[in-house]
């Protein structure tokens, strides 16, 4: 398989297995989980979103290390069971559209608590996903301002003061619910 060497100096192979919405449907589920299996057994190591206890139930599905799921503080669900899912099996959490496709930039709440931090509402934002040491956020930007003020949220604490205030305009799911994808 050829590879594509990342910045990072990793090695990730060019083709992958697409599995969005795989296993969803019960009719097509078994035989879409064997594909997922027999991708696996031919070395295939690059799949996209996947059902993880789905995954896991295959005899290579643990050699997956980071799932990455729509996540951020106004796209709650994952919090519900899959995060706790991810963390009791040493998987990383990949925070995809962590300011909500840039809904959270402009979000009251955010600026809000950004102005007591001297800092932008993205970069709250950012700092809310990061909160937990096992989740890594993606964010997109094409700005060179945006992008140095995003890195910079790497660093950045919140308190409980902030976090109750983003609760309250953001609660945390009390149900499972069908995760964003786009
Ligand atoms: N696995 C999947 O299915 C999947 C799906 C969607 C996305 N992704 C990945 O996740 C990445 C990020 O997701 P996303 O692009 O959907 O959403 P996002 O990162 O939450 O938001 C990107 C938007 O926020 C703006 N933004 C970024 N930083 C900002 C800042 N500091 N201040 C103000 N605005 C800011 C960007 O505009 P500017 O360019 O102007 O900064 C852009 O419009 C994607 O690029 C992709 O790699 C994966």
Known sequence: MRLVRLASGENVPALGLGTWRMGEARRTRAVEVAAVQTAIEIGNRLIDTADMQQLWSLPA??????????????????????????????????????IDQGALARDTTFATVGRRHGVSASSVALAWVLRQPDVIAIPMSASGPHLRENFAAANLELNADDLAQIDAQFPPPKRKRRLATT
Do not use: I
């Open 61 to 98: 599905g643990a050699n997956c290390v980071a799932n990455q799921v729509y996540y951020s503080a106004s796209e709650r669900g994952a919090e519900f069971d899959l995060l706790p899912w991810h963390r009791d099996h040493g998987v990383a959490t990949m925070a995809y559209s962590p």
